[in-house]
């Protein structure tokens, strides 16, 4: 079965600095990954995709994630935060072996900007 | 209306009650999902449905009942819930549920609270 793993509940970082949001996974076949935002009183938000076209992947508002093979991971980047991007992130891998489409989330990562 | 759209977006209910969600999709998709988020857990799957047809419990309590009349509604109905059943219930779409790569669409979700 796959698995993703999302390391640290909370990240603290100012306006303007990098984010970065870790995700690794577990899967014994290529996987499908993604990455979603939660704002608070929202549902989930596709930030991007990954489907093995290009290890670099870039998402909505300025997000883009990186897919590294060889560590098993799938990390989450924005040069430069904004108070707007405080808000719940989440890595989901697709769970392949039940023939239909089933995404497995990750505990989420609460990302937090102050100014 | 646009997107994947849920009512109510809070209940309060009794344990005795008996009440019911409702979701629809206006995105032409064929697979619809009922997930469960509670604090500090992963989100859980429910139920699973494509065109209609169930393909998915993930040994949910009985208490909990879904209907998919076509394939842009999907309803859960509830009775005798336990307060440990509180959470946010978020509705999801996809594309084509046999595509790893397709993404889920959220609504905004149901916050449910049991008294």
Redesign the interface.
Known sequence: AQSVTQLGSHVSVSEGALVLLRCNYSSSVPPYLFWYVQYPNQGLQLLLKYTSAATLVKGINGFEAEFKKSETSFHLTKPSAHMRDAAEYFCAVSERDTGFQKLVFGTGTRLLVSP | ETG?T?TPRHLVMGMTNKKSLKCEQHLGHN?MYWYKQSA????E?MF?Y?LEER??NNSVPSRFSPECPNSSHLFLHLHTLQPEDSALY?C?S?Q??????????????TRLTVT
Do not use: I
């Open positions: 994947v849920q697979a500090k857990k992963p989100l799957l699973v494509s393909v998915e978020l999801a996809s084509d549920w046999q595509d790893y790569n397709s993404p889920l669409h959220f609504g905004n979700g």
